[in-house]
């Protein structure tokens, strides 16, 4: 069975931290690069930060770098996302996702299995 289950949202002051984790099955995990994408209200989803399976190569949107970091425990089939200096903007549900197919890591057809979301929201 195929899971992704992400934690750790919340509501959090601007210019505050968070970190996310998302445990995700053997089947989603292993020797799968990863992905955070996240969608606010009324928007589309985008991307936010890739890692490769082996944690070597990581990549970020514009609007995060610097500020996200992506990570991930292959001997506990984790993921995370620790988020710094966060922006009211930065409002959104964020998933987690599996890469399972080749091309562009940047869109979400790149990616066969998703988690169900948790929401993150920045006050001003």
């Known amino acids: 069975q195929v899971q992704l289950v992400e934690s750790g949202g919340g509501l959090v002051q601007g210019g505050g931290s968070l970190r996310l984790s998302c445990d995700a099955s053997?089947?989603?995990?292993?020797?799968?690069?990863m992905g955070w994408f996240r969608q606010a209200p009324g928007k589309e989803r985008e991307f936010v930060a890739h890692?490769?399976?082996?944690?070597?190569?990581?990549d970020y949107a514009d609007y995060v770098e610097g500020r996200f970091t992506i990570a991930r425990d292959n001997a506990k089939g984790t993921l995370y996302l620790y988020m710094n200096s966060l922006k009211p903007e930065d409002t959104a549900i964020y998933y987690c996702?599996?890469?399972?197919?080749?091309?562009?890591?940047?869109?979400?057809?790149?990616?066969?299995?998703w988690g169900q979301g948790t929401q993150v929201t920045v006050s001003s």
């Open positions: 053997p089947r989603a995990f292993n020797r799968s690069p």
């Open positions: 890692i490769s399976w082996s944690g070597d190569s990581t």
């Open positions: 996702a599996s890469q399972t197919y080749s091309g562009s890591y940047y869109s979400t057809r790149a990616y066969g299995y």
